[in-house]
């Protein structure tokens, strides 16, 4: 079993549940705070780079889903600075074992590179477990 830097936005129904899913799969965890992360361009990019950049953000983010936001009209260094301004904005949970790194849960693509035995292929996807009709969670506190 895999050993994985787990980062999330703390308080997350969705990372809860992708969380349980790698555990109950064997994995251990090592949770980080993806907002409080003392992130730098570098840093984000080892995750980010081999992806589009509209890939990039977290469709959930209420910047995004009320339109002010649109990843498909910034170029990349824009991108980049935004998302490092407002960490909320950028797409979750980023995952890492060793040196291998992963943006967002894709349970098909997590089984290939680490695997998901007696999980039941169980997909909790991205989305948040609420659902489209609930208001955003509110910002965790300091």
């Not at 090592?30 to 990019?45: F, H, I, N, S, Y």
């Not at 649109?70 to 040196?99: K, N, S, W, Y």
């Not at 291998?100 to 292929?121: P, S």
């Amino acid at each position: 079993m895999a050993h994985v830097i787990f980062y999330e936005k703390p308080g997350c129904g969705g990372n809860a549940r992708q969380r349980a899913l790698l555990q109950a799969a064997g994995h251990t965890l090592t949770v980080r705070d993806l907002l409080g992360e003392p992130w730098t361009a570098a840093t984000l990019l080892a995750f980010l780079e081999p992806l589009p950049v509209s890939e990039w953000f977290n469709r959930a983010a209420p910047r995004l889903k009320n339109g002010e936001v649109q990843p498909e009209t910034l170029g990349r260094d824009d991108a980049l600075a935004l998302l490092l301004a407002e960490p909320l904005l950028i797409r979750r949970p980023l995952l890492q074992v060793g040196e291998e790194r992963q943006v967002g849960f894709d349970t098909t693509a997590i089984a290939q590179w680490i695997g998901l035995e007696g999980t039941g292929d169980k997909d909790v996807g991205e989305g948040c477990p609420k659902g489209e009709e609930h208001r955003p969670c509110p910002p965790p506190t300091a």
